[in-house]
């Protein structure tokens, strides 16, 4: 596994710690476009081991237990500030667990989740592929991944991005749909799904899902892993979601 950048958490703990009170307010219909999306790439038995990794302020959590109280949820985020504003959400009566975790060093064996979620985090990992491998470690052969973040498919996100690469000491570079596809691909990710699509007119999203092998072998794309972020990729068009229910409030 890649080494840890203690400067680089060090400014998104900071960050986080300045924005964690007011981040729901801020952010509110961004994050409930994003996460009701997201959610539409499941269907759920309603029993899941569910890890959501970049859980910020619990907002997913707040979406999915309500209507499904038997998740078995692990939240874990870098920034502890921010992991105080989600628990202090939520009854005792969940199986609810809060962490404190770096992305890419997931502190849980092999196979010990069904779901794993990364939602609106993805542009702070520095090593793409190596830490979709992580995600897909976790899961249960046949488990599901969704990731959903920006993406550079409208051109004012490409010059976002490129800001934040010059002034951003947290940021790592926000990706094409296309290439999020592939990087899932390269991370041994089986029946990858791609869903392009805006939140209001600013903010351009994509989601993309996949499931880890069912067997134990790895995929064959995975052994000719493609590299992440591919300028030459083409523009990923959105797809059907994942069939299944649809958690709604
Ligand atoms: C924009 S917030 C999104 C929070 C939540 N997923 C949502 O959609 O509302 C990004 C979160 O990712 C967390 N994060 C960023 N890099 C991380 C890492 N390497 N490991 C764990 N958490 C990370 C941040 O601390 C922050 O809480």
Not at 52 to 73: A, F, K, N
Not at 98 to 117: E, M, T
Not at 229 to 246: I, L, N
Request: hydrophobic letters at 40%; one cysteine or more; charged letters at 25%.
């Amino acid at each position: 596994m890649n080494p840890p950048r203690p400067e680089k958490d060090r400014h998104l703990v900071e960050r986080y710690r300045r924005k964690a009170a007011r981040y729901d307010a801020d952010w509110a219909r961004y994050t409930v476009g994003t996460l009701r999306r997201s959610l539409e790439h499941l269907s759920w038995q309603g029993n899941e081991r569910v890890l959501d990794i970049g859980c910020g302020t619990g907002e997913v959590e707040r979406l999915l237990l309500p209507l499904l109280p038997e998740l078995r949820l692990v939240a874990l985020d870098l920034s502890a500030d921010m992991l105080e504003i989600a628990r202090a959400k939520f009854s005792p009566r969940f199986a609810l667990r809060w962490l404190r975790g770096h992305a890419q060093h997931l502190p849980f064996a092999d196979g010990s989740f069904d779901v794993v979620l990364n939602l609106n985090a993805f542009h702070y990992f520095d090593h793409p592929v190596e830490t979709l491998r992580e995600f897909r470690r976790v899961l249960a052969p046949g488990g599901a991944c969704v990731l959903t973040d920006w993406c550079t498919d409208r051109w004012r996100f490409r010059a976002i991005d490129l800001g934040m690469r010059l002034f951003d000491p947290a940021h790592h570079r926000i990706h094409r749909s296309a290439a999020l596809r592939e990087t899932f691909a390269a991370a041994g990710f089986e029946d990858v799904r791609l869903e392009t699509y805006g939140v209001g007119w600013f903010w351009g999203m994509a989601t993309v899902s996949g499931c880890a092998p069912r067997s134990s072998e790895l995929a064959p794309r995975e052994r000719n892993a493609a590299p992440i972020a591919r300028p030459e990729m083409q523009h990923g068009r959105a797809r059907a979601a994942r069939s299944g229910r649809v958690p709604s409030t």
